[in-house]
């Protein structure tokens, strides 16, 4: 579950490049809700991201992840309740480690990290259980460093240390944007399967208004940092990309009519 109650931020606040990013935001996900959010460059997505992760403070309002007020917490102590894959593959990832070494510490998130010596066998026949789920072959190249994968299979790879320990909430920051049509696809696919079997509470930021529509449970559109759209349930289901930008428009106005080319 997350909570977000009455969420303001400003960057260079005061200032002549002053910007209103959040503005009074009022959001509960549920327990397992899959939402998509869209809107155009600059509309306060990356920004809600980096607010419930822990990445800077509000000027105002309270965040709860959980059971927990997390509002003040540090961005490092955070991640004992969240995950997070970000648009470039090479973050999230340790490229000069191998494959084994990266799931070790992933499969550690929110416990002490001693010295322990290598990886233990019975870890490493789990870590391969869980790589033959990609379907890449991952499993037959724990030895391999993570530096010598393509984009797609870092960013699958990334996906799954993500959630070897389940997270309170999973943040998709973009995280297809650098991949090719196919292989986005592929890590769109994954992760769905993910998220639907693991019952995973995930926010997507997405650009692309037929992926923000086919996929999760709920729609959410900002603009100005303010929610325009909260769509559910067969409002969603029944949802077309004329139907969204016509919301989008009855929002907004024709000032705003060159976004849709961002939104495609």
């Not at 005061?14 to 327990?31: C, H, M, R, T, Y």
């Not at 460093?145 to 973009?174: H, I, N, W, Y």
């Amino acid at each position: 579950m997350i909570k977000l109650e009455n969420i303001v931020k400003y960057f260079h606040k005061g200032s002549v490049n002053e910007v209103f990013a959040l503005n009074d935001i009022n959001l509960k996900l549920d327990e397992g809700d899959f939402v998509t959010v869209i809107g155009s460059n600059g509309a306060g997505k990356s920004t809600l991201l980096n607010c419930i992760a822990g990445g800077f403070f509000p000027d105002s309002g309270r965040i709860f992840i959980g059971a927990h007020d997390v509002t003040g917490w540090p961005e490092h102590q955070r991640a004992a309740l969240i995950a997070r894959v970000f648009q470039n593959p090479l973050l999230g990832t340790c490229p000069s480690a191998t494959i084994e070494q990266n799931m070790a510490l992933a499969s550690l998130r929110g416990q002490r990290r001693g010295l322990a010596r290598g990886v233990k066998a019975k870890d490493r026949e789990r870590f391969r259980e869980e790589l033959k789920q990609l379907g890449l072959g991952l499993e037959n190249r724990l030895l391999d460093k993570v530096g010598l994968l393509s984009g797609g299979q870092r960013q699958a790879l990334t996906m799954l240390m993500a959630t070897l320990v389940k997270p309170e909430v999973l943040l998709l920051d973009e995280h297809i944007a650098a991949l090719d049509p196919k292989t986005a696809g592929q890590i769109l696919n994954l992760t769905q399967e993910i998220v639907k079997g693991r019952k995973l509470t995930t926010l997507m930021i997405t650009h692309n208004m037929k992926h923000a529509i086919g996929f999760g449970n709920r729609l959410l559109m900002l603009h100005q940092g303010r929610v325009l759209l909260d769509l559910r349930g067969k409002e969603k289901e029944n949802l077309t990309v004329k139907d969204l930008l016509a919301h989008f428009y009855q929002a907004q106005g024709e000032e705003l009519a060159m976004d849709s080319l961002l939104l495609n």
